[in-house]
């Protein structure tokens, strides 16, 4: 059948080549909701809950619509390693996307994740870094290459405390932590 529902292709993010400050630079954060482009989406996503042709079981049964709803990333370093993210599952368009994409643009996300990766003290009710990513980065990882000292600091930081939370519950699995009452714990609430 023939598609009257536009086709996602993924597109390179517009922030670099923007004018406007980033909104991170400015000392208030522009919030995703006082923007015209989330007014857009909600105006899209009622279209969805009130077209019945925007049902995600038709959605699904047009073929192009599916296949243009998927973005590949293949690695650099060894192009056989990719990541397929497959959004034709989700109950958007290939307008929903661009739509996406825009109130990401406006709001600076790629600004904000790339300055977030780089250790920029973005967390303004901290005053630090945010590197969630460090917590999942492996023993021997040269994290200092992008943050000096300080990265390989944080790191051996992070890992000291994941090695003692991988004691601590080895020692309850094997019994040799006990309770209180000097038996081995065996309901683990979390």
Do not use: W
């Not at 293949?74 to 996406?100: A, H, P, W």
């Amino acid at each position: 059948p023939v598609s009257s529902t536009p086709t996602f292709v993924p597109r390179p993010s517009r922030s670099s080549s923007r004018s406007s400050p980033s909104p991170s630079s400015s000392s208030s954060t522009m919030k995703c909701y006082e923007v015209p482009q989330f007014t857009a989406l909600q105006a899209a996503a009622s279209s969805f809950r009130t077209d019945d042709k925007l049902h995600l079981r038709i959605l699904c049964s047009d073929s192009s619509r599916c296949n243009g709803l998927v973005a590949t990333h293949k690695c650099k370093s060894d192009t056989s390693r990719k990541i397929i993210l497959d959004y034709s599952r989700q109950q958007v368009t290939g307008d929903t996307m661009e739509l996406l994409f825009d109130l990401a643009d406006k709001v600076g996300l790629t600004d904000r994740r790339n300055e977030m990766r780089c250790g920029a003290g973005i967390n303004v009710t901290e005053k630090r870094m945010v590197l969630h990513h460090a917590l999942r980065m492996p023993k021997g990882y040269d994290f200092g290459t992008f943050h000096g000292s300080e990265g390989r600091r944080l790191l051996s930081e992070v890992h000291a405390v994941r090695d003692a939370i991988e004691s601590f519950v080895t020692k309850v699995r094997t019994g040799e932590h006990r309770g209180a009452t000097n038996r081995p714990l065996k309901n683990v609430l979390a």
